[in-house]
């Protein structure tokens, strides 16, 4: 998926959202991490990487039991 497909699924792109950098569970984590304490709207997280998505959930998963 690309941000061009977002607008077919009438999904608007919004590139302040964007983070890049390594592939790996541990920036998953940290970006993940990043937008949850900056408060930005977003209803869902497309990750390049099944190992960046790993560290994005686990960071969902800290993130609602407060640990």
């Given at each position: ?15 302040a ?7 790996s569970?541990?920036?998953g ?39």
């Open positions: 998926m690309t941000p061009a497909t977002l607008p077919a699924l009438q999904v608007p792109f919004d590139g959202l964007v983070r890049t950098g390594a592939f569970r541990g920036f984590h940290r970006r993940k991490t990043g937008l949850l304490a900056e408060g930005p709207d977003f209803t869902a997280l497309l990750a390049a990487s099944d190992i960046v998505a790993a560290g994005a959930a686990q960071a969902a998963v800290r993130g609602r039991s407060g640990r």
